[in-house]
C-alpha cells in the first residue's frame, strides 16, 4: 500500500496550503478547485514560485521549468491532475 496521499487528498492539502498562505488576509475570497489563481489576485508571480517550492517540497516533485505554466499551475483542480501525472511517471 502506498503512503502517497490519494488525489482528494492532494486537492485538500493544496486548498489548505493556499488559505493559509495566500488567503489569510482575503477573507472575502472563496477559491473553488475550478479557480484561476491568476485571475482572482489570489496568487502573484512570486507567490507562483512559493508554490513550487511547494510542490517539489511536499510531494518531491522535480518541476522543470517549462512545466510551470497556468495549465499546470492555474488553478487547484490544473496543480492536482498536474502533481498526478507526475506522479505516475
Do not use: C, H, W
Not at 517539489?56 to 498526478?84: C, K, M, P, Q
Amino acid at each position: 500500500m502506498s503512503d502517497q496521499p490519494t488525489a482528494p487528498d492532494i486537492r485538500q492539502e493544496l486548498r489548505n496550503f493556499i488559505a493559509e498562505t495566500f488567503l489569510e488576509l482575503r477573507p472575502d475570497v472563496e477559491l473553488a478547485d475550478e479557480d484561476g489563481f491568476l485571475a482572482l489576485g489570489v496568487i502573484d508571480s512570486l507567490g507562483l514560485l512559493e508554490l513550487v517550492e511547494e510542490v517539489r517540497g511536499r510531494y518531491g516533485i522535480d518541476v522543470e521549468d517549462v512545466d510551470i505554466t497556468e495549465d499546470n499551475f492555474g488553478s487547484i483542480a490544473a496543480l492536482a491532475a498536474y502533481i498526478e501525472g507526475k506522479r505516475a511517471t
